[in-house]
């Protein structure tokens, strides 16, 4: 149960990071993610279907989540249209583009190899109770072919966590890449962006420039999770996007509760751990909250309840609460030296 | 006093999971459809007397992948003794999460499109269940044979469900050997639907509607629409064809969950899964419906030959059951 709750929580956790990125330290809301998550996984499984080596289906998954990323950057900094408007627009294209590139709303990645074709019900049947009625018609048939064939998967789902590994690596990577990159001279100026859009000029660095950076960076990851999402699960569906923006925030919040704003590489872990926080929040309700009347499908009602009251409960510390509560954790804490 | 009671939680549950045999059912979403194959499941095990000190955990996916998946992990790490997984998604999430619990799916049209099993009948694995595959080829025979002079035939559907793609691939070539031809009327909500079957009413003479999930949910407002511009509706569904169709033929729910109870109860009993066969509903199972006054309204004449296999037909506002 764990390490299964450790996956799934660190794919959900890396999809956080991206939305970290636009939401934190761009501090520019962005809601491409449900289209780029979907983008990412549909890529990965078409091209894997199509034979294009695992590896190669992954980056081409971020890649295009990345570019997904690119449109809302580009369409909110020349168009001048909202940024979350933006994201909103390009994930309903998307909406459209993933049912092409996958050639349908759904694809599998198969277990089993299979070119057999399924006869329409009539030949399986033998006829239904209308046939002599129609035998002006003469013989007709139908059916529909699947050539599936099964690809190297990273993934062998057997739990012996061989698969929990290689997420951890990646995630680790993704982790190292991003700190080294966020120290770098323009890495600062994309941080420098999220506190104050207007003085980030004085780097030298248009703005703009910036802030299409930070979309792409983030949505890079975001269907580079779908990807690994896909890939992990089995299989690929145009609706696997939905609600992936309110599970992002739920994770960014979680893990900063956990885990306080020290630096940049705490607030790089905090998405992760708080998707794996959140990950076992919804196993929790599956596994007892039959029992106590709760059903997984209370999780999407719950979590965005829980972002309201964490947003709430961080407006009230902020004003005069958190001196408060700093002061009483001091005395506390001196009290227990004494 | 805390310690206390965590601990007798903990052992009360820890006794509760080891003491029964749990049987998880999962579903993309709550749905009559759906709901109805799931109380056939049920309906049947209870009649075998199956059901005694068994635990039952359905979960619903409500339509959010993630989700899906999470369940299908959970049912694995429970160890339940049997999975039944009712539409494709749910299926092929459970797929990929275990190779040893048997997963008996449901109302998956196309198994092996979905990659579930490589073909129907008897599989290696550890996954079985019933196709709800519907009559597609008779169903458009049917059309053509009350409505001869029909030409363009308008198939409304939802293009993100995989059952319907399947449906309108196996139409078009129906449809193409009988001289007509398929105009799509997609919308992957309901509104988009009722919006889209506006625009191209006007340009159908008949309209064909398969077991896609949106256009249930929108079949009033679909059926007023297709009234106002005078044209019929052919459904594969009963239900769907009670809520605006002339003609409904295809499959009752209810009966393909009762279908896949008994694969669940082999199971259950002890029948390795491949020795069991993947399969679908007979064709004795089908049901014909006959809206009589709407098919009065629109004026359309049905032929005698065709009335006398009716099972169900609405006539001066009543539903009777005929046969």
Redesign the interface.
Known sequence: ?IV??LE?GTI?GIMALGVYLSFRVLDLPDLTCDGSFALGGAITVASLLSGVPVIWCIVLGALGGALAGFATGMIHTRLKVNSLLAGILVMTMI?SIN?RIMN???L???????N?E?Q???D????????D??SD?GE?????K?D?KVNDNIFN???NGSDLFLIMIITAGIIIILSVFLRTDIGMAVRAFGSNKNAVQSFGISKNVLAVLGLVIGNFLVGLSGSL?SL????A????G??MIV?GLAAVMLGEIILSKVNIIYGLLAPIVGGILY?LL??LA???G?RIGL???D??LLTALFIIAVIGISLVTQKDGKRKFKKGVKKIWSNSKA | MKKILVLLLVSLFSVILLAETRIGITAIVEHPALDACREGVLDFLEQEGLLDGVVVDFQNAQGDMKIAKSIADQFVNDKVTLIVAIATPVAQACAGATKDIPIIFSAVTDPVGAGLVEKLGKNDGNIVGISDMTPVLTQLQLLKFVLPDAEKVGFVFNPSEANSITILDLSKQAAEQLGMEIIEIPGSTTSEMITSLNALVGDVDALYIGTDNTAASSIQSLGTIAKNADVPIIAADIDIARGGGVIGFGFNYYKIGLKTGELVAAILRGTPVNELESGILSADALDLFIDLDLAEELELELPESLLEKADFVVENGQEKEVN
């Open positions: 149960m299964s709750i799934m959900l909406y049912l349908g709303p759904n599998p990645v198969p277990r089993v190899s299979s057999q399924i329409s019900f009539e399986m049947s033998g006829g239904t109770k209308l046939d009625l129609f018609f007709m048939k139908v059916s529909t699947s599936i789902n057997d739990k999402f992990y699960s089995g299989f569906d145009v609706q696997m939905q609600s599970t990950q919804l196993s599956i596994k007892y039959y059903l997984a499908s999780m999407k």
